[in-house]
């Protein structure tokens, strides 16, 4: 199975800040990376698919990249609405498999 | 628009099976494969496999093949993930998933069922 090494584990920042969020692919999955945001209690939603496109209705304070088998989520601009637990999901092959998440608190 | 409605809040004894449900609605039923994941401890998710509705073919994460066995019933249009032998570690949030038509992605999920295992 493909392990996706996601780090850091937990963060926080404050608002008007930018962090970065990243995942780490033990073997070549190309472009197959999504990240999801997760609010408290509530179901994962897509932000960003293809390792850099946009889901609809996102705004453009997020973005993705990558770099060989890194992949990074960069959230600009912080506000209280972007507290959650984010997810990097690898969708090359089967299993699916998920990053360990990130906790990411607003100060 | 889509939407998927799974069943709610079990509690159940060590040792026994539970049915989750997942009903689709907005969309043919048969049109598109759904997935069931697993969230633990409220953080990490787990890929559990899928389903093809229109054929019933199944693909399971190997970690899930003695304890999940995922139906579909298509007179009612909706999926099942039956977990069997549970014990405190299968106690966590299960949700059913869609994948999306412009995105590739998860891009429609349930609102998850919370599987708690205790005596």
């Known amino acids: 199975d493909i392990q996706m090494t996601q780090s850091p584990s937990s963060m926080s920042a404050s608002l008007g800040d930018t962090v970065t969020i990243t995942c780490l692919a033990s073997?070549?999955?190309?472009?197959?990376l999504n990240w999801y945001q997760q609010i408290p209690g509530k179901s994962p939603k897509l932000m960003i698919s293809?390792?850099?496109d946009l889901a609809d209705g996102v705004p453009s304070r997020f973005s993705g990249s990558r770099s060989g088998s890194d992949y990074s989520l960069t959230i600009n601009s912080l506000g209280y609405d972007d507290e959650g637990i984010y997810h990097c999901?690898?969708?090359?092959?089967?299993?699916?498999?998920f990053g360990s998440g990130t906790k990411l608190a607003i100060e | 628009q889509v939407n998927l409605l799974q069943s709610g809040a079990a509690l159940v004894k060590p040792g026994a099976s539970v049915k989750l449900s997942c009903k689709p609605s907005?969309?043919?039923?048969?049109?598109?494969?759904i997935h069931w994941v697993k969230q633990s401890h409220g953080k990490s998710l787990d890929w559990i496999g899928l389903?093809?509705?229109?054929?019933?073919?199944?693909n399971y994460n190997e970690k899930f093949k003695n304890k999940a066995t995922l139906t579909v019933d298509r007179s009612t249009n909706t999926a099942y993930s039956e977990l069997s032998r549970l014990t405190s570690e299968d106690s966590a949030t299960y949700f059913c998933a869609r994948w999306g038509v412009l995105r590739s992605g998860f891009a429609y999920w349930g609102q998850g069922t919370l599987v708690t295992v205790s005596s």
């Open positions: 907005g969309y043919p039923f048969t049109d598109f494969y």
């Open positions: 999901h690898q969708y090359y092959e089967y299993p699916f498999t």
């Open positions: 389903i093809d509705p229109n054929s019933g073919s199944t």
């Open positions: 073997q070549d999955i190309g472009k197959y």
């Open positions: 293809g390792a850099t």
